[in-house]
């Protein structure tokens, strides 16, 4: 067997976020999935969030929901990307509500019997009927099960356009005839309060260990850990370079470890020479760039203090104290990226607790 990276996923910590995400408000919790679990895997995540007591999923597109229904026969399942003539049969075989997004789409689900959501655009401009766009006897004509919209800017509390988007939302919500369950809060808006939260949140990234921005930090635990095998070592000279385009010289005599794992497994090439791997305990920096399957990590300093590094080793990318937000910061780009990332190739394992390699 090749020794190839490993994602060690926490079940645990997933429950556990899932938890803290529905202690946090009185209503229904639900978990977004969409994007294979935002790159965790959807036939454990979902599995292990039914366990957990979620009841209600979320995904982007049909065929990810026909993929949550195999996991999950008695589930609600929401499809974000809505509903079109050519997927209709595809959400009546597999029970799956479209959130409506649009005034055709409304129309189409009048008395299909689909339990849709609708979604009313309050400031984001990307998908949503605007609320004068929405009659109030073609919404009721398609017996919605659902109202929703979404923030624009919840990984900014102090962002005066959550106040303005909660006032639209409910003040167009409470003029109906007939109350509706509401929808507003996705992780971020779980932390604006509890004005945000109506009857379902529907938080993604914090149940895997992430959170809205890495300058907007939720108290979650981490999901993945990430192990890289060291596949050789080796000494470099004071003045050698190492890797591509050479961008990383040797100040002095420097052991280096190259270890597989690299951008093809979702490591962002930006953290050449930004980001550190953990070996034996030891902070090791990744000098030179990441390659598209190797890593090259700077492990002087283990072997100074004693450790013998060698191929049996492995490097820890995302150990407990350098968590996935802060490996955005250094990548300079958010939690999400770094994770629906994650590729193909991992050899992934689910552990209920966090196991060592
Ligand atoms: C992805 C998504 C969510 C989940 O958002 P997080 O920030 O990951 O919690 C919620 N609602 C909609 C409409 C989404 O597209």
Avoid at 163 to 170: D, K, N, R, V
Wanted: aromatic share 6%; glycine share 8%; hydrophobic share 40%.
């Amino acid at each position: 067997m090749s020794r190839k990276p490993r994602l060690l996923l926490n079940a645990e910590a997933l429950v556990d976020n899932y938890q803290l995400l529905s202690n946090r408000s009185t209503t229904e919790t639900a978990a977004v999935v969409k994007a294979h679990a935002y790159g965790l895997g959807v036939d454990w995540v979902v599995p292990t969030l039914r366990e957990g007591g979620c009841q209600t999923f979320f995904v982007a597109y049909p065929e990810e929901g026909v993929r949550v229904r195999g996991l999950a026969p008695e589930a609600t399942i929401y499809v974000f990307h809505g509903l079109s003539p050519s997927t209709l049969a595809l959400f009546h075989a597999h029970r799956l509500r479209p959130c409506l997004n649009s005034r055709e789409s409304l129309e189409l689900a009048a008395g299909q019997r689909l339990a849709p959501a609708v979604h009313v655009d309050t400031g984001m401009h990307r998908l949503g009927l605007s609320i004068e766009e929405v009659a109030e006897t073609a919404l009721l004509a398609c017996v919605p099960s659902l109202l929703m919209s979404h923030l624009v800017a919840s990984d900014q509390p102090e962002s005066p356009l959550n106040g303005e988007q909660l006032a639209q939302f409910s003040d167009w919500a409470s003029s109906l005839a007939e109350p509706i369950p509401r929808s507003l809060a996705n992780t971020g808006g779980i932390f604006l309060g509890p004005a945000y939260h109506f009857e379902v949140t529907r938080p993604g990234i914090g149940l895997y260990g992430g959170s809205p921005d890495p300058s907007c930090r939720v108290p979650v635990r981490p999901v993945a850990s990430w192990h890289a095998p060291v596949l050789m070592v080796q000494k470099v000279r004071a003045g050698e370079t190492v890797g591509y385009g050479a961008s990383w010289r040797a100040d002095r005599d420097r052991t280096i470890a190259t270890c597989a794992t690299g951008y093809a497994d979702g490591l962002l090439r930006s953290l050449g020479n930004r980001w550190c791997a953990e070996l034996a305990g030891a902070s090791c920096p990744l000098v030179g760039r990441v390659s598209m399957d190797l890593i090259t990590v700077d492990v002087t300093e283990v072997i100074e203090s004693g450790y013998h590094v060698g191929t049996s080793d492995w490097v820890e990318l995302l150990p407990r104290q350098q968590t996935i937000d802060d490996m955005a910061a250094a990548a300079g780009t958010v939690a999400y990226e770094c994770l629906t990332r994650l590729g193909q190739r991992f050899d992934r394992e689910v552990t209920s607790s966090v196991a060592q390699v």
